[in-house]
């Protein structure tokens, strides 16, 4: 396997240019096309003004730019259905893959705030669509981040200085740090020249311009190498008050980095880092991780480098351009006129508001009305057809024509998402590549200052875990979009009808599943009654998947809770689980099995009319002669059950225990036992409240 030096990684980056340098010229005119600057700009519009007759130099040229039109759909679609990201365990029934992914999607959130992921998406994806590649670098920079404080200043005997008041004197600002997502323009990338595409190339490289004090304050040890180049100097793309620029930087220095992928010379990798005048820096790649990662909107034979739809639209451009602008020459050149009779005089009349008129003696004046070019709009409106049909890009009023029912609108969604499923499916790839880099990156760069941050106080003990997390043990995959209209429509609408037409049959905890997955209206409020069973069962599960001792829910239904438990222990994973959890399982079951036993045996009780007898004895309150010696007194035993059941009959008839109490002895007392049904004829007795229970 050959080895690289910069000399040669210099001579091939200046070949690399040179082989990709039509298809950069490509990619820099998609991003004019893009933007509706199709000419370049000139003051043809008043150099024409009064002009009778036209000449090739002083042709009319207008933009009709349905090529921006379309671009901006695609990415808006790319956008729309591409979500969040999240990290995925490898084996769903091994613990430990369940808490790497719970940890990596702690970082991911974390990286999706530090770089405004929304933000960094749309660009993206309109680099993807735009320019027809889309890639990125993920590095991790020393002088970003929060600001933690200033590194005290040395003095020569290498002794912190200190001020009047004896504190440090403060000197360079020390910041966090942060990991970086940056976008790389394509037309500024070049890779292994003798490669023939992306994923064969040994090594790719880019170039930046950066301040020349900045770098030679970066490499102070190279500050020497680093100067103005007068004929290198970089030439700066882009567009200045509506008009494509190049433009060449001053006080800059152009900055080359090429990164070596892993093989056998280098297994972690090489970088090297320099400028025309020799090498700044080099070294394996940090972590070992490749930090560039790249994605082709499509793909051709014999091309190197991604290529944009907007090569497929460029004729079709062209030829809407084309006819736009005979239209507009033939409306200067044949503009209104009026002819007047011989010996017709014309003047100027007053002047209103909002109007102008002349005067005239003799014949009324012929008006000649000018050509509007209407003879090329067939044409030209069959031109722009036929251009969105290419791109399979339509309007929504031509996806509207003949919707008339949610169901047809969320038809041709699907169908439009179905057209574009292969690009979208390639920016998704690029998307979970990109995480995956991020996350091993933050592995390797994150300490303590990250911790609390990124994972919260509760996962602190888990840290060290993180830090050994093998990829092996999750993936990053992205989420379809779920919020967009034609979603949250279809959704509305397939649980409306199943609501409508199978609610009879469903129990309740199952329509309020459906109510809470409404996406309109505050379902979670409304089926909160609904769903307290299920949620009870859902934390119970998950207490014992982990290894805790669940809650007893004394009043949720138990079949219930046996029959949920009953499905988690069906599934082919749990036999994968720690004995003891197993044990857990078993122990919760049979304690909802006792309930539903004692809840049966209380009603069979209740409907023989017996009194329940167990628990242990309570001595009550009630002096009885003994039984053993029926001359002496001694205070009664009852069951507990029996005591419990005595309470729940009184209160069933109405009468508690307290009003007894209240009461005490007498006729009050008397009268309220006669209105308790069946103690009319039998009477109650006088209740003394010494001897209540």
């Given at each position: 396997m050959?080895?690289?030096?910069?000399?040669?990684?210099?001579?091939?980056?200046?070949?690399?240019?040179s082989v990709?340098?039509a298809q950069?010229?490509?990619?820099?005119?998609?991003?004019?096309?893009?933007a509706?600057d199709?000419?370049n700009?000139s003051k043809?519009?008043?150099?024409?003004r009064g002009?009778q007759?036209?000449?090739?130099?002083?042709?009319?040229?207008?933009?009709?730019?349905?090529?921006?039109t379309?671009?901006?759909?695609?990415?808006n679609l790319?956008?729309?259905y591409v979500?969040?990201?999240v990290?995925?365990?490898v084996n769903?029934r091994?613990?430990h893959?369940h808490k790497?992914?719970?940890?990596?999607?702690?970082v991911?959130?974390?990286?999706?705030?530090?770089?405004?992921?929304?933000?960094?998406k749309?660009?993206l994806a309109?680099?993807y669509?735009?320019?027809g590649?889309v890639?990125?670098?993920?590095?991790y920079d020393?002088?970003?981040?929060p600001l933690?404080?200033?590194?005290?200043?040395?003095?020569e005997?290498?002794?912190?200085?200190?001020d009047?008041?004896?504190?440090?004197?403060e000197?360079a600002p020390?910041?966090?740090?942060?990991?970086?997502?940056?976008?790389?323009?394509?037309?500024?990338t070049?890779?292994?020249?003798?490669?023939?595409?992306?994923?064969?190339?040994?090594?790719?490289?880019?170039q930046?311009?950066?301040?020349?004090k900045?770098v030679?304050?970066?490499?102070?040890?190279?500050?020497?190498?680093?100067?103005?180049?007068?004929d290198?100097?970089f030439t700066?793309?882009?567009?200045?008050?509506?008009t494509?620029a190049y433009?060449k930087?001053?006080?800059k220095?152009?900055v080359l980095?090429w990164?070596?992928?892993p093989?056998?010379?280098?297994?972690?990798?090489?970088y090297?880092i320099g400028?025309e005048?020799?090498e700044?820096?080099?070294?394996p790649?940090p972590a070992?991780e490749?930090?560039i990662?790249?994605?082709?909107?499509?793909?051709?034979?014999?091309?190197?480098?991604?290529?944009s739809?907007?090569k497929k639209?460029?004729?079709?451009?062209?030829?809407?351009n084309?006819l736009?602008?005979?239209?507009?020459?033939?409306?200067?050149?044949?503009?209104?006129?009026l002819?007047?009779?011989?010996g017709?005089k014309?003047?100027?009349?007053?002047?209103?508001?909002g109007?102008?008129?002349?005067t005239y003696?003799?014949?009324e004046?012929?008006?000649?009305p000018g050509?509007t070019?209407?003879?090329?709009?067939?044409?030209?409106?069959?031109a722009?057809?036929?251009m969105?049909?290419?791109?399979?890009?339509?309007?929504?009023?031509?996806?509207?024509k003949?919707?008339t029912d949610g169901?047809?609108m969320?038809?041709?969604s699907?169908?439009?998402?179905?057209?574009?499923?292969s690009?979208?499916?390639r920016?998704?790839?690029?998307?979970?590549r990109?995480?995956?880099?991020y996350v091993?990156?933050?592995?390797?760069?994150?300490d303590?200052?990250?911790?609390i941050?990124?994972f919260g106080?509760?996962?602190?003990v888990n840290?060290?875990?993180?830090?050994?997390?093998?990829?092996?043990?999750?993936?990053v995959?992205l989420?379809?979009?779920s919020d967009?209209?034609?979603?949250?429509?279809?959704?509305?609408?397939s649980i409306?009808q199943?609501l409508?037409?199978?609610s009879s049959?469903l129990d309740?905890?199952?329509?309020g599943q459906?109510i809470?997955?409404?996406?309109?209206?505050?379902?979670?409020?409304v089926?909160s009654?609904l769903?307290v069973d299920?949620?009870?069962?859902?934390?119970?599960?998950l207490s014992?998947?982990?290894g805790?001792?669940?809650?007893?829910?004394a009043?949720?239904?138990?079949?219930?809770?046996?029959?949920r438990?009953?499905l988690?222990?069906?599934?082919s994973?749990y036999?994968f689980?720690?004995?003891?959890?197993?044990e857990?399982?078993d122990g919760?079951k049979?304690a909802?099995?006792?309930?539903?036993?004692?809840?049966?045996?209380?009603?069979?009780?209740?409907?023989k009319?017996?009194i329940p007898?167990?628990?242990?004895?309570?001595?009550a309150?009630?002096?009885?002669?003994?039984?053993?010696?029926p001359s002496?007194?001694?205070?009664?035993?009852?069951p507990q059950?029996?005591?419990e059941?005595?309470?729940k009959a009184l209160?069933?008839?109405?009468?508690?225990m307290?009003?007894l109490r209240?009461?005490?002895?007498g006729?009050a007392?008397?009268?309220v036992?006669?209105?308790?049904?069946?103690?009319?004829?039998?009477?109650?007795?006088?209740?003394n409240p010494?001897?209540s229970?």
């Amino acid at each position: 396997m050959r080895e690289f030096n910069f000399k040669d990684l210099y001579t091939e980056y200046k070949e690399a240019l040179s082989v990709d340098q039509a298809q950069f010229s490509e990619m820099r005119s998609n991003i004019l096309l893009h933007a509706g600057d199709h000419y370049n700009r000139s003051k043809t519009w008043e150099r024409l003004r009064g002009k009778q007759d036209l000449t090739a130099e002083q042709r009319i040229r207008v933009t009709k730019n349905h090529l921006g039109t379309i671009l901006d759909g695609k990415i808006n679609l790319i956008e729309a259905y591409v979500s969040s990201v999240v990290s995925m365990p490898v084996n769903p029934r091994d613990d430990h893959d369940h808490k790497a992914a719970e940890l990596t999607q702690s970082v991911i959130k974390f990286g999706a705030r530090e770089n405004d992921w929304e933000r960094l998406k749309s660009v993206l994806a309109k680099d993807y669509v735009t320019t027809g590649e889309v890639i990125a670098k993920v590095y991790y920079d020393t002088s970003k981040g929060p600001l933690l404080g200033y590194e005290p200043k040395l003095g020569e005997d290498g002794e912190p200085l200190l001020d009047e008041q004896g504190f440090p004197v403060e000197g360079a600002p020390v910041f966090r740090g942060k990991l970086c997502v940056d976008t790389l323009y394509a037309f500024n990338t070049f890779y292994d020249p003798a490669a023939k595409n992306w994923g064969e190339a040994r090594y790719m490289g880019y170039q930046h311009m950066m301040d020349t004090k900045d770098v030679k304050a970066r490499y102070p040890d190279n500050a020497a190498l680093v100067q103005d180049s007068s004929d290198q100097t970089f030439t700066v793309f882009g567009l200045s008050n509506g008009t494509a620029a190049y433009s060449k930087a001053k006080g800059k220095t152009l900055v080359l980095e090429w990164y070596i992928k892993p093989c056998i010379a280098y297994p972690e990798g090489y970088y090297y880092i320099g400028v025309e005048g020799g090498e700044l820096q080099s070294g394996p790649i940090p972590a070992g991780e490749y930090p560039i990662v790249h994605e082709s909107y499509e793909e051709f034979a014999t091309l190197r480098r991604g290529v944009s739809l907007a090569k497929k639209l460029r004729p079709f451009q062209v030829e809407i351009n084309r006819l736009a602008s005979k239209m507009a020459e033939l409306q200067q050149s044949f503009d209104t006129k009026l002819a007047v009779h011989s010996g017709t005089k014309l003047s100027t009349g007053g002047f209103l508001p909002g109007a102008r008129y002349y005067t005239y003696t003799g014949k009324e004046p012929t008006v000649i009305p000018g050509d509007t070019g209407a003879q090329y709009l067939v044409v030209f409106q069959a031109a722009v057809e036929e251009m969105y049909q290419v791109a399979e890009h339509f309007s929504d009023s031509q996806d509207e024509k003949g919707a008339t029912d949610g169901y047809g609108m969320v038809y041709r969604s699907l169908k439009a998402k179905k057209r574009n499923i292969s690009k979208i499916k390639r920016f998704m790839g690029f998307c979970e590549r990109l995480w995956s880099v991020y996350v091993k990156l933050a592995q390797h760069y994150f300490d303590e200052q990250y911790f609390i941050p990124v994972f919260g106080k509760s996962e602190l003990v888990n840290v060290e875990e993180f830090k050994g997390v093998s990829e092996l043990q999750y993936h990053v995959q992205l989420e379809a979009q779920s919020d967009d209209v034609d979603t949250l429509m279809a959704r509305q609408l397939s649980i409306t009808q199943t609501l409508q037409y199978t609610s009879s049959q469903l129990d309740k905890n199952q329509i309020g599943q459906l109510i809470r997955g409404l996406p309109f209206g505050n379902g979670e409020k409304v089926a909160s009654d609904l769903t307290v069973d299920t949620d009870a069962a859902e934390n119970t599960i998950l207490s014992l998947d982990r290894g805790e001792t669940p809650v007893f829910h004394a009043y949720v239904d138990a079949s219930y809770m046996i029959r949920r438990i009953t499905l988690r222990m069906s599934k082919s994973d749990y036999s994968f689980l720690d004995p003891k959890i197993k044990e857990l399982y078993d122990g919760v079951k049979d304690a909802y099995e006792k309930k539903i036993a004692d809840d049966a045996y209380e009603a069979l009780l209740v409907a023989k009319g017996a009194i329940p007898t167990g628990g242990g004895m309570v001595k009550a309150n009630i002096y009885m002669p003994d039984a053993d010696n029926p001359s002496k007194m001694s205070l009664a035993a009852y069951p507990q059950e029996s005591l419990e059941w005595l309470s729940k009959a009184l209160e069933a008839q109405g009468l508690s225990m307290s009003l007894l109490r209240n009461l005490g002895s007498g006729s009050a007392a008397k009268e309220v036992a006669e209105q308790i049904p069946g103690n009319e004829a039998q009477g109650m007795g006088d209740v003394n409240p010494q001897q209540s229970l």
